[in-house]
């Protein structure tokens, strides 16, 4: 991150104040690192069973936009987070996220840059390296990307799909958004309606695990056909109905960008 | 992870809720002293991780020692829902007045727990909701301020309950809120819950299931890998923190990310390949979890093909390689392999393979590699004709 040029302020672990990693000074408490070093956002990479914990933390310290790295946390923490995060009016991206990036500007996350151009696309997924590779794809096509980010692959996230999409919506930068969604929940349903009603912009969507069988959990916890909801093609032809454009596979995504663009 | 129903029932009937006699049973063998215990006639009901049972076939009666017996072999063994009936429930058969459903599960995009309430029972919660939208009741609760029983109280009256019905009723789905949140459950349900010729209710079916990011708090739910998956690649997937789905084909897929994996799968088809399953690395790619992840999918007799498709944000790629290379190592497949690796340190990653004679795809499209791979798998193909 501090590469790619993001302004990395401070770090924080418990136990580890005084020490400086990359010139960048460590503190026990997030309270005491904002105290000298006023800061926007926060990226976490807090072990599961203690993220709800740091997530509170950074909340009552005042910070406004969370991205949360890290997976496997339990559904019944995310909730409260959530929750909590919302009462405070602060933005969490994720679980399981690999953050945001702005090509060219900054990012908050763990992504490899080498893959991603500044650009005119906006992109919102679901998955971590299936974004990586929509925009690989872009990318190498000479299509560049204003806005990526994941949204997590959890059940519970702490901000929709369809929150990402009244962000590119209103943003300058964006002239095109396209959506990587996976089978499982309705983040990609609830996207449609709000595309539909609401977006001017040409959306374009891929959704991943056609193959996927019936009631198995495809690795992600949100990842689960149940019976005929959640599947992909259903997700596709919702979309597709909200006057999205459906690509197959993720080098049609960068056919149908070209067209827009 | 999905609990047994006997498992599901344990836990309810340890945090008060009314559930039959029953025991389950894994041999033959121990069905005559069980009747015996339980008192005839019986419920003979299998044990699966999975829903639907009873429709199915999954559930039947016998009112005889001898009835019971042949039930419970036929059903021993037996393929149902897709899996192997390795256990069966015993239980007290109950005469219902009537059957009611309760329920909670997680709103995904609200990120808040649902309550459902049917005074219509034991069939799937969906039909209710198609067939009598008007019977069932569905309430968003706050995780953190709680459920009172107020609120449970005033879901069952909607529905027309009164006096000491409407109160146990009401009781059981708080207490069935109770277990959903110290379980960190994400499904909670009894259906039905019966309600005996004499207004007692009884949960005769239950489900559970447990987040599995939390089960590391719930040491006490003890968990038989072997009973829920009985695929010996999947336990030992499970087991290394692997999640793997086998698929019909005869092309093995490795990914990093579900994503990317699920993505990469629908791409071998497309490009007119089957793939074998689907084997998902998780974030964490170390030079021994690939190492594993190789030896799972290649110990299926049927692979043909395989295609490693990683992404590293954190994780250093050589380590991937290095594991990669660990498991061809000992395990010389002799079919073709394809890594298509992109991200940290991955030009020192792409020399490791190539040096050891495993074909790279450097380009950072998918699509190009697994049409390469469908050229490999086909010359492959040709060749062993």
Redesign the interface.
């Known amino acids: 991150m501090l590469e790619y040029g993001s302004r990395i302020v401070a770090g924080v672990t418990p136990g580890k104040a005084g020490i400086a990693i990359h010139g960048v000074p460590v503190y026990d408490t997030v309270k005491e690192a904002v105290m000298k070093h006023p800061a926007h956002a926060s990226i976490l990479f807090v072990p599961a069973p203690l993220t709800r914990d740091a997530v509170t933390e950074a909340v009552d310290s005042g910070i406004k936009l969370l991205v949360v790295i890290t997976e496997h946390i339990p559904v019944h923490d995310v909730m409260h987070m959530r929750e909590y995060c919302e009462s405070a009016g602060v933005a969490m991206i994720g679980p399981t996220t690999p953050g945001i990036i702005s090509p060219g500007k900054t990012k908050i996350g763990i992504m490899p840059a080498s893959v991603f151009v500044e650009g005119e696309v906006g992109v919102v997924s679901r998955s971590g390296t299936l974004l990586y590779e929509v925009a690989g794809n872009l990318s190498s096509a000479g299509i560049g990307q204003s806005s990526c980010l994941g949204i997590g692959a959890d059940l519970v996230v702490g901000t929709n799909m369809k929150e990402i999409l009244r962000l590119f919506e209103e943003d300058e930068h964006t002239r095109l958004v396209t959506i990587v969604g996976e089978i499982g929940g309705a983040q990609e349903e609830e996207a449609a309606i709000f595309i539909e009603s609401k977006m001017k912009k040409p959306v374009i969507a891929y959704v991943a695990g056609r193959l996927a069988p019936s009631g198995e959990k495809m690795g992600h916890a949100g990842a689960i056909v149940m019976g005929e909801r959640g599947d992909a093609m259903a997700k596709m032809e919702i979309l597709g109905k909200a006057g999205v454009d459906i690509a197959n596979k993720p080098s049609e995504i960068v056919d149908i960008a070209k067209v827009h663009l | 992870m999905r609990l047994f129903e006997h498992e599901s029932k344990r836990i309810l009937k340890d945090s008060g809720i009314p559930v039959p006699n029953g025991l389950a049973i894994k041999c033959l063998d121990d069905l005559p002293s069980t009747v015996e215990e339980i008192g005839l006639p019986v419920a003979i009901k299998a044990q699966l991780p999975?829903g639907g049972r009873g429709k199915a076939g999954g559930i039947r009666f016998a009112s005889t020692l001898e009835e019971a017996l042949s039930e419970t072999r036929n059903l021993i063994d037996e393929m149902i829902g897709g899996h192997r009936v390795k256990s069966v429930l015993i239980e007290e058969k109950m005469v219902a007045r009537d059957e009611y459903y309760l329920g909670i599960i997680?709103d995904?995009?609200s990120?808040?727990?649902i309550l459902m309430f049917s005074t219509r029972g034991g069939v799937d919660v969906?039909d209710i909701a198609k067939e009598n939208p008007e019977i069932l009741i569905s309430r968003r609760t706050?995780?953190?301020r709680g459920l009172f029983q107020f609120e449970v109280l005033d879901i069952c009256r909607s529905l027309g309950l009164k006096g000491t019905l409407l109160l146990k009723v009401s009781r059981i789905l708080h207490k069935l809120y109770e277990v959903f949140?110290r379980c960190?459950a994400?499904l909670a349900e009894i259906n039905p819950l019966l309600i005996t010729d004499e207004g007692e209710p009884c949960a005769v079916d239950a489900a559970l299931d447990i987040?599995?990011?939390?089960l590391?708090?719930h040491s006490d739910v003890e968990l038989d890998l072997e009973m829920r998956f009985q695929d010996e690649i999947r336990i030992d997937a499970a087991r290394s923190g692997l999640?793997y789905?086998r698929?019909d084909g005869d092309i093995g897929v490795i990914?990093?990310?579900?994503?990317?994996?699920?993505?990469t799968?629908?791409?071998v088809?497309?490009f007119g390949g089957r793939?074998a399953n689907?084997l998902?690395t998780?974030?964490g790619i170390t030079e021994e979890l690939m190492d594993r992840a190789v030896e799972l999918v290649l110990r299926d007799e049927r692979i043909r093909a395989l295609f490693i498709n990683l992404?590293?944000?954190?994780n250093p790629m050589p380590s991937a390689a290095k594991g990669i290379l660990r498991a061809l190592e000992k395990l010389r497949p002799g079919i073709p392999i394809l890594v298509k690796l992109?991200?940290?340190q991955q030009e020192e990653a792409w020399g490791i393979l190539e040096r050891a004679g495993v074909p790279v795809v450097r380009?950072?499209?998918?699509?190009k590699a697994v049409a390469k791979l469908m050229d490999l798998y086909e010359e492959y193909m040709c060749a062993s004709l």
């Open positions: 999975v997680i995904q995009l990120g808040v727990p969906n706050n995780i953190s949140v960190d994400v987040d599995d990011n939390a590391f708090r999640s789905v698929l990914g990093s990310g579900a994503g990317l994996t699920m993505a799968a629908d791409l088809k497309d793939p689907f998902e998780g974030g992404y590293g944000g954190i992109v991200g940290n380009d950072i499209q998918t699509e």
